[in-house]
């Protein structure tokens, strides 16, 4: 095998066992403040198609039967209302929710190939597979992308089948190789710059020790996290200021590589304490924030001791303590209000000044603004 083959193999396996996306990039594009233009190119896209099968209605040589007129019209109607829940939806569908339009697009779009009752349209119409299959590539994994061109390819092979048999082999063939074009190589390039880029993105937000987010990573979930509570009766949430105790001494006793590990112990520690939703940032060297939304009122009361025993745990044969601050805030639409980027900083230093008290009365505690 050559280097280049080899290259492509490897390419080709990572593209392969990449993880579904979606969460990630719904959270980008939400928070670039385009997620509802977005959606709506989505929407529009699936209505524009649908309704474009339906004219062929219309047409002399279309469905000549009551029951492929039916199922042509009952097909796209179905079309109709994905599409437009696209566009009126407030907010993006789960990841399941995503997959099952994907899938109820991908066997409507066949259906309505043949009932056309003309191949040779049939197989131009396969095109629209395009944009399903580009939706794909951007929001979810290879995988799902090989099963949307396989049930694709059957489709178009069929139709290309019945257009050999009317004596447009050629004519067919031309088609093929468009269709081949737009539906297979552009989304797949696609997918491949998309794994790339958000590679890049997921670094850029995360501490490259320990994996937590850093500041900017911190802001730009934060921001998100506020449009979500926006729709939501509770948006309370808990600002968490923690800084490790002494522990300039754990580095020069045991050596920096020992306090790196420490460092990773404690994010753990956390993410171990808090709920999936929460927040985790390191902000400095030794310093972390967590922000954890819609606390319970049992929650509000805990939450301080259990990550301080936590980091107590977490490294136990180093002494590892921490001084937590923490501050209760209300999180009103930041367009009301200000950014959410100074929500967040305000609420930080709050948090920040209650660490610091804890830190001054001796360590290994917790205070509250």
């Known amino acids: 095998m050559s280097v280049q083959t080899q290259r492509y193999s490897h390419a080709l396996r990572r593209a392969w066992m990449a993880p579904d996306g979606y969460d990630a990039v719904v959270a980008s594009i939400k928070s670039s403040g385009m997620g509802a233009l977005v959606r709506g190119c989505v929407g529009l896209s699936v209505v524009l198609v649908a309704i474009g099968a339906m ?30 829940s696209w566009l009126i939806a407030p907010s993006w569908p789960s990841r399941r929710g995503s997959l099952i339009r994907v899938y ?31 939706y794909v590539s951007l929001f979810h994994s290879v995988r799902h992308l090989a099963v949307i061109l396989v049930v694709a390819g059957v489709f178009i092979s069929v139709l290309y089948a019945l257009v050999v048999v009317d004596h447009h082999a050629m004519l067919g063939l031309f088609i093929c190789m468009i269709a081949a074009v737009t539906i297979v190589t552009v989304p797949f390039g696609q997918q491949v710059a998309v794994l790339v880029l958000r590679d890049d993105a997921a670094e850029s937000d995360h501490d490259p020790l320990t994996r937590a987010l850093n500041r900017r990573g911190l802001e730009r979930r934060f921001d998100l996290l506020v449009r979500d509570l926006s729709t939501e009766v509770e948006r309370r949430a808990i600002f968490i200021a923690i800084d490790l105790d002494n522990f300039k001494r754990i580095n020069d006793t045991f050596g920096h590589g020992t306090g790196d590990r420490i460092l990773c112990d404690v994010v753990r520690a956390i993410g171990d304490v808090v709920s999936p939703r929460a927040l985790v940032a390191r902000t400095g060297g030794e310093e972390f924030a967590v922000v954890c939304p819609q606390p319970s009122l049992t929650r509000v009361e805990q939450i301080g001791d259990l990550i301080r025993q936590a980091i107590a745990q977490s490294s136990p044969q180093y002494d590892v303590r921490a001084s937590v601050g923490l501050c209760l805030v209300t999180l009103w639409p930041t367009s009301t209000v200000s950014s959410s980027a100074d929500v967040l900083c305000a609420a930080l230093s709050s948090s920040d000044a209650a660490m610091y008290r804890a830190k001054r009365a001796g360590g290994d505690r917790v205070e509250w603004t």
């Open 104 to 134: 109820a697009m991908c066997m409507l779009y066949g259906i309505s190939l043949f009932v056309i009752g003309m191949p040779l349209v049939g197989l131009v119409g396969s095109c629209a597979y395009a944009a399903l299959a580009a």
């Open 55 to 84: 004219l062929l209605l219309a047409v002399d040589g279309g469905p000549d039967t009551t029951i492929a007129r039916a199922v042509l019209v009952a097909d796209n109607v179905i079309a109709l209302i994905i599409g437009i």
